[in-house]
């Protein structure tokens, strides 16, 4: 008969670590569309929002980037530190580290995904994404407005309206007696 205690100790071990293996790569990713820039503009905006982060409450002690523009992919390691305060508590300090990559598409619409590797609470990578996805918009709003509008493909927008004659709070003159006022 043959010894069988592998059965007892490994096959507990065996699915458990095959239970572990889709953890291995569990992550996270995010997605936005940005259909009324033109692909440039975004991979330009992705690249600086990468590179200068800005972050109201947190600091930002390291920021490592390496842009491949040929794949249009960004790839951030970022360091994160800030002192909290709350009245009737001791301070503390919070950490965070992420590891995400950035990929802009090549076709329309332009779409941006925001992937990390990293096993994570979903509630912070999303709370990340979107305050990567804002800086991506903040600094697509500092390029200005896109000429010519998106969805006129003949390039025809409108002109310059013409300015009012007369300011606004002007009081216009009584018409003469008998005369209908203008509108």
């Given at each position: 008969m043959r010894d069988r205690s592998w059965f007892v100790v490994g096959l507990p071990v065996a699915c458990a670590a095959a239970a572990l293996v889709p953890l291995g790569g569990?992550?996270?990713?995010?997605?936005?569309?940005?259909?009324?820039r033109p692909r440039g503009e975004v991979w330009q905006a992705v690249v600086q929002a990468c590179r200068a982060p800005r972050y109201p409450d947190w600091v930002v002690i390291a920021n490592e980037v390496?842009?491949?523009d040929a794949s249009s992919r960004v790839s951030v390691y970022r360091d994160l530190r800030r002192d909290v305060v709350e009245p009737g508590l001791a301070p503390r300090r919070?950490?965070?580290?992420?590891?995400?990559?950035?990929?802009?598409?090549?076709?329309?619409?332009?779409?941006?995904?925001?992937?990390?590797?990293?096993?994570?609470?979903?509630?912070?990578?999303?709370?990340?994404?979107?305050?990567?996805?804002?800086?991506?918009r903040t600094r697509l709003s500092d390029m200005g407005p896109v000429l010519p509008p998106p969805g006129d493909p003949m390039g025809g927008a409108p002109g310059a309206v013409p300015a009012d004659?007369?300011?606004?709070?002007?009081?216009?003159?009584?018409?003469?007696?008998?005369?209908?006022?203008?509108p």
């Open positions: 569990c992550g996270h990713s995010q997605r936005a569309e940005f259909d009324d390496s842009v491949d919070e950490e965070r580290r992420w590891r995400f990559v950035a990929t802009v598409s090549a076709e329309r619409p332009t779409t941006v995904t925001l992937s990390s590797p990293d096993w994570a609470v979903p509630g912070h990578f999303w709370k990340e994404s979107d305050h990567f996805f804002g800086q991506v004659p007369v300011a606004p709070g002007h009081r216009p003159e009584a018409p003469p007696a008998g005369a209908l006022a203008n």
